[in-house]
């Protein structure tokens, strides 16, 4: 994490007015916009890796909220009324597929999952449809795959966390969706 980006979290640490415009911002990229407005040269793309940062260190009781489409309590989901890059979760699957961000995951059952969603395009628009983790947990046991939603979530996160600047601020920006 740059210093910046760190200076910045530590005003937003103590300042409540800023953390509430924070939690209300549309995109992930509002975040850093909010940022340098205050002096702090940060990108969306910092602050998403940061939110996937913290998401990797949450514990599983953390974690089942944020499959869930819920508010982590102890993560700085910003963007999407809280959400941040955790909403529409179906889409940012296949927006990485389309990307060719499909480094292998800890999960034979979700690889094969990930392969299936390549080329089934009913699969595709049900997976469009699918706005938390645990939609695409579902989704996918409806095709015979059993994947864990925290499983999925880890596994997107790391994927997120290789993304280019360019991707990544796309996805911080909310995408084409």
Not at 81 to 99: C, R
């Amino acid at each position: 994490m740059s210093q910046a980006l760190n200076d910045f979290f530590t005003v937003v640490a103590t300042d409540k007015t800023l953390q509430e415009r924070l939690f209300v911002t549309k995109e992930v990229s509002d975040v850093a916009t909010i940022a340098n407005e205050m002096g702090f040269s940060v990108t969306g793309a910092d602050v998403l890796r940061a939110q996937v940062g913290r998401v990797l260190t949450l514990p599983s009781e953390e974690l089942e909220n944020l499959v869930a489409g819920n508010k982590s309590k102890k993560g700085a989901q910003w963007g999407r009324a809280g959400k941040g890059w955790l909403d529409n979760a179906g889409f940012w699957i296949l927006e990485l597929i389309q990307w060719g961000c499909t480094v292998q995951s800890f999960e034979p059952s979700l690889d094969l999952f990930v392969g299936k969603a390549k080329e089934d395009k009913e699969l595709q628009q049900k997976l469009l449809a699918a706005k938390t983790y645990e939609s695409v947990a579902n989704i996918a046991h409806e095709y015979g795959y059993e994947v864990a939603s925290i499983d999925l979530l880890k596994h997107m996160a790391i994927q997120i966390m290789k993304l280019n600047d360019e991707k990544a601020e796309t996805v911080a920006s909310g995408g084409a969706h």
